[in-house]
């Protein structure tokens, strides 16, 4: 009697379990669809930003000139900054594990001393590993407006300006669907255009850059595979307001990767641990019921025994 009354609090508890995860499942799948459409509306946008830093940085180089500080390359990496995007809670599968980890890959290719800039509290793990931090932000769950990430923006660009950084990294989890995130780690600053990280997002838009035989359009024309802009007033007024602008833009398509990775880990995660609870139930549910009418075959033996006794 006293194994079934264990047995049956067990259940009683894996069911208590079953009905969190199930809420939690509910709540990240709502987020989650929250996250999704924010994520691809802003996708296309991004990557044409990014394909116009690159097209940029090519002409600067193709010129021998530096158009603008933020697109020219140092000769030494004396100090690497990583802005790690990572969850505020966990239940979430190996989501923060992986990101951490794809960051501290990183460290080992790059010689040069790197401090991490923090974005979500279990990136703060970090602290009890020896690693360097600069900087730890707050991070939304649901972004709304590209003003919430302006504190972060406006720290790296002024860093990489003062030379304390001589390479700014991002790393965050790319969105491909509901149950495929894949961490990943791009260089922000300074442009790299000898191997340039693919767009921001599952989908990958041909940078117009890699290839050239396009007639004139506009304002802009092909001299091989670079194109020539014209730029009103000056090509160094018109950069200092679009460069910072449009690398914010790709920083701001990183948190919203990052969240949209998120909330889909942790909705994956929930379902299995329903399905695991509801298995759990099913398997101590007959564990019970064999026990029980093991139990009740045991007291109607014993009341045999005695009745035949008794008879004799």
């Not at 979500?120 to 900087?135: D, E, M, S």
């Not at 050239?212 to 304002?219: H, I, Q």
């Amino acid at each position: 009697m006293a194994k079934t009354k264990e047995i049956l609090r067990r259940i009683k508890s894996v069911s208590s379990t079953k009905k969190i995860t199930k809420a939690l499942e509910m709540v990240s799948a709502a987020k989650m669809r929250k996250a999704i459409e924010a994520v691809l509306k802003t996708r296309a946008y991004a990557s044409l930003s990014w394909e116009t830093v690159l097209r940029l940085a090519k002409l600067a180089a193709a010129n021998s000139e530096s158009l603008h500080p933020l697109l020219k390359p140092r000769r030494q990496v004396n100090k690497a900054a990583i802005i790690l995007l990572t969850g505020n809670r966990g239940m979430c599968g190996g989501y923060n594990t992986a990101v951490i980890n794809k960051a501290k890959e990183s460290i080992k290719k790059h010689p040069a001393t790197t401090e991490f800039i923090l974005a979500g509290k279990k990136g703060t793990a970090l602290y009890h590993q020896g690693f360097n931090i600069a900087a730890e932000f707050e991070k939304s769950e649901l972004l709304t407006d590209a003003r919430e990430i302006y504190p972060i923006v406006k720290m790296v660009l002024s860093d990489y300006a003062r030379k304390k950084y001589d390479k700014i990294l991002v790393a965050y989890t790319d969105f491909v669907n509901p149950v495929k995130q894949v961490p990943r780690l791009r260089q922000l600053l300074p442009v790299n255009i000898e191997n340039p990280e693919q767009y921001l997002g599952s989908i990958e838009l041909k940078a117009a850059w890699e290839g050239g035989e396009e007639a004139e359009k506009g304002s802009r024309k092909v001299i091989g595979d670079v194109y020539e802009y014209v730029f009103e007033p000056s090509p160094r007024e018109v950069l200092d307001k679009m460069i910072p602008r449009l690398l914010e833009v790709q920083l701001y398509q990183a948190f919203l990767e990052a969240n949209a990775s998120e909330h889909s880990a942790r909705m994956t995660a929930m379902h299995q641990a329903t399905d695991a609870a509801t298995d759990m139930v099913s398997e101590l549910t007959l564990f019970y019921n064999k026990a029980r009418q093991a139990g009740i075959t045991s007291e109607i033996a014993e009341i045999s025994a005695g009745a035949n006794a008794l008879a004799e």
